[in-house]
């Protein structure tokens, strides 16, 4: 056919053009100069195809899809029309679908492809939320490393973390996946998370780049109902929300993503305010792309009246990258051609596009990241010992009236739905990695040597039906099979560990609870083994704070919170009962008495009548207490660690500084978190909380040894944020404390005046 020779002539033409462009270019010019080399060579339709991205639509290694909407998306794949792709699992894969887009596509083009690595790739460390709990920066980003080690070695070059979502409502099921409620920890552990993922080099195969998210917002959801309307002030967004966002910026995030949610009335995908202080404001040069079809949700939220509206709302807004809503695909180049949406915003768009597959390498060789991975269980991997020592440092020891560490020759038994559960301590975003690959607390516990025996009941079934990514868990709440069986158990034995929780696929994306409390029947099974055991522990799994009932938390005597601890809990865990290591993690996030208390957090304001007073003119709860059951911050260890007065000094270079000595008054060494914490007493921009942490530092204490620390206090840190964005640094009342958390220690307060 004429029309296919000079097709093909053409094609031969274009793809010489485009290999002398790259490769003039690879030797001398910029990026940026290379990036306007290819505009220049694409149509309007392959420039809207870098905008659009698609999940994993057919196992590539396989024949190409025939009929349905893969065989539409692949032929657009065909056509240039696919700029990334994400989900896709294996280096085989993702080597066949990458030379679609380079051997069969007009420019060769190639894809980027992403993936939610989370919290591991088949290795799984602790969730988010649980390694935010150990308060070990450094081990938090070799954490993001590590899983880019293993997630790049099977062809992926972006993961979607990290979620730098500040939230207060354990209701919230994302919660686990964020680093808790407090704005200065988010922000560090989100400049340490960027760094992990993306090194030194994004070019480098073992790199990749990350995605801050979900701007801006999400974590609060009214009620902690997943995707609800998010209603904040201004205020609040400036001082709490975006500054983990703004940490993320500063560590060089290569993206970031909108989020679901509406701010102030609009949807943040459409939301050109939001997406002009990311891309103005703080001068963000990466690529914004949509949630999972949040661009056509906005017909849903009642701002878009149809897609092609919702499409045109998203593009100029700046939204640079479709997932999933095929908006882009089908109605942007007709918008631009009507004048709706103007060619340079489609063109900055895809600049920022480019610019990143350049960054990545992936320009210069498409296939760098389609190494041949070793073959590894995820529990044998050489990231497994990381995510073992990560989890080790993230469970936070709650209680221990001398329980614990458990005293070696005695019959343990082992009893509870997680007793030997494989599945649940992964979490829910292991959508990599194998399910049951986790090593079960059972099994770590066979694996500690020191007890006379180790009986294990699992009582009463937790789980009826399937549990997976999208399906809603079923809980057994009447069959008391197995109650009986783990009762006589624990009689016989010298101390009962009860490992209770909620299922890993009981947090995460799309799975807020009205309850807090501990799922099924396990309220029950510990009430009835108390009956017969005073010797228990409570070892307690979740991606979110829970609750407990009084009478259970007064009569164990001991509470370990595990979170959801990854491929390695059970050694992890076995590990810190028995002894081989001291429990050192400090909570992130409030655990409230009782769920009608949330929103309940630290960092809260005095507000005009703080009480307490004699009338009920205060604010307070007639029925219960204002006070959380555990604060934020919190955390035991196997030793007593004592602090002296926090003292307020000014250096000879007259920079104010903190100082306080730290002892450890017991007999095993520990970490300990050394928290500061301040108060602004007033502020004519906002008030400012009760507290706030603003610096801390884990650090290992011998017995016996004391240990001195100086803080320096930076102007930054005493600044507060109007609601404009505006930062002001205020003469005033200041206190300061050098604390083991947010509630203990004694304040040194200063009348601070700027000479
Ligand atoms: C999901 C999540 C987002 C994730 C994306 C791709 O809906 O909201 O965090 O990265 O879709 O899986």
């Not at 938090?140 to 207060?168: C, Y």
């Not at 073992?206 to 998010?230: I, L, Q």
């Not at 001398?402 to 082992?414: D, H, T, Y």
Request: overall charge negative; some cysteine.
């Amino acid at each position: 056919m004429i029309i296919d020779k000079v097709f093909s002539m053409k094609y031969i033409y274009t793809t010489l053009t485009m290999l002398c462009v790259l490769t003039a270019n690879a030797q001398r010019k910029p990026i940026e100069s290379r990036v306007d080399s290819v505009l220049t060579l694409m149509s309007l339709e392959e420039k809207v195809g870098q905008m659009n991205q698609y999940n994993g639509f057919w196992n590539a290694t396989g024949p190409a899809p025939a009929g349905g909407d893969a065989a539409t998306k692949y032929q657009h794949l065909r056509n240039g029309w696919v700029g990334s792709v994400l989900n896709v699992q294996g280096v085989e894969e993702v080597r066949a679908m990458q030379r679609v887009a380079v051997e069969e596509t007009r420019l060769g083009i190639p894809l980027i492809f992403a993936c939610d690595v989370i919290h591991g790739y088949k290795t799984l460390s602790p969730i988010p939320l649980a390694e935010a709990a150990s308060w070990n920066l450094d081990a938090i980003e070799k954490s993001a490393r590590n899983a880019a080690e293993e997630a790049t070695a099977h062809g992926l070059n972006w993961t979607f973390a990290p979620m730098v979502d500040i939230s207060r409502d354990p209701r919230w099921g994302r919660m686990m996946e964020g680093a808790g409620e407090d704005t200065y920890l988010g922000a560090r552990v989100a400049s340490a998370r960027v760094q992990g993922f993306q090194g030194s080099d994004l070019s480098a195969p073992n790199t990749m780049a990350a995605c801050a998210k979900h701007f801006a917002g999400y974590g609060f959801v009214e009620a902690g109902r997943d995707y609800n309307t998010v209603d904040v002030s201004a205020y609040t967004l400036q001082n709490v929300i975006f500054p983990p966002f703004q940490a993320a910026v500063e560590a060089g995030a290569a993206t970031f993503m909108n989020a679901f949610n509406t701010m102030n009335g609009i949807p943040a995908t459409g939301n050109q305010a939001l997406i002009e202080t990311l891309k103005e404001t703080w001068g963000f040069q990466g690529v914004l792309v949509s949630d999972w079809g949040s661009i056509s949700e906005m017909q849903a939220h009642g701002f878009s009246r149809n897609l092609s509206e919702a499409t045109a709302q998203a593009a100029n807004a700046r939204c640079d990258i479709d997932m999933e809503s095929l908006a882009y695909v089908y109605h942007l180049a007709d918008l631009v051609r009507k004048g709706v949406v103007a060619q340079a915003r489609v063109d900055d768009a895809v600049r920022r596009v480019l610019r990143l597959k350049f960054q990545l390498g992936l320009m210069d060789d498409p296939y760098k990241y389609c190494q041949n991975p070793g073959e590894w269980t995820p529990s044998s991997s050489p990231w497994a010992e990381d995510a073992q020592n990560l989890a080790e440092e993230s469970a936070v020891l709650l209680k221990n009236k001398g329980i614990l560490p458990i005293v070696k020759g005695q019959r343990i038994a082992l009893i509870g739905p997680m007793a030997a559960e494989k599945n649940s301590p992964l979490g829910n975003w292991r959508v990599s990695s194998e399910d049951h690959t986790a090593i079960s607390l059972q099994e770590g516990l066979r694996s500690v040597k020191g007890f006379k025996s180790l009986d294990v009941a699992a009582g009463p079934v937790f789980l009826t039906g399937a549990i997976n990514f999208p399906t809603e868990a079923s809980i057994n709440t009447s069959d008391t099979a197995g109650l009986f069986q783990a009762v006589r158990s624990a009689s016989a034995a010298d101390v009962a560990i009860l490992a209770v929780g909620e299922h890993g696929f009981q947090s995460g994306e799309g799975r807020s609870r009205l309850s807090l409390h501990l799922p099924g029947l396990q309220e029950l099974l510990i009430r009835e083994v108390l009956k017969v055991q005073p010797h228990v522990v409570l070892v307690v799994y979740a991606g979110r704070p829970f609750i407990l009932p009084e009478d259970i938390q007064a009569q164990v005597e001991g509470i370990l919170f595990a979170w959801q601890p990854g491929t390695m809990g059970g050694p992890a865990i076995a590990n810190l009962l028995m002894g081989r290591r001291s429990p050192s993690g400090r909570l992130p996030v409030t655990f409230p008495r009782s769920e009608a208390q949330i929103p309940l957090y630290y960092g809260a304001y005095n507000t005009g009548r703080p009480g307490p007073i004699s009338e009920v003119f205060w604010s307070h709860y007639g029925d219960g207490p204002n006070t959380p059951q555990y604060p934020f911050g919190y955390g035991l260890t196997y030793s007593t660690v004592s602090y002296s007065k926090t003292e307020l000094v000014t250096l000879e270079d007259g920079t104010l500084a903190l100082n306080a000595t730290v002892s450890n008054t017991g007999k095993v060494e520990v970490d300990e978190v050394v928290q500061v914490y301040m108060r602004d007493h007033h502020s004519a921009y906002g008030v400012r909380p009760l507290k706030q942490l603003i610096d801390f530092r884990r650090i290992a204490i011998k017995a016996g040894e004391t240990k001195s620390f100086t803080f320096i206090l930076e102007m930054d840190q005493l600044s507060v944020t109007d609601a404009q964005g505006e930062k002001h640094v205020e003469p005033g009342i200041f206190s300061f404390w050098i604390a083991p958390n947010s509630v203990e220690g004694v304040p040194a307060t200063m009348d601070w005046k700027i000479e």
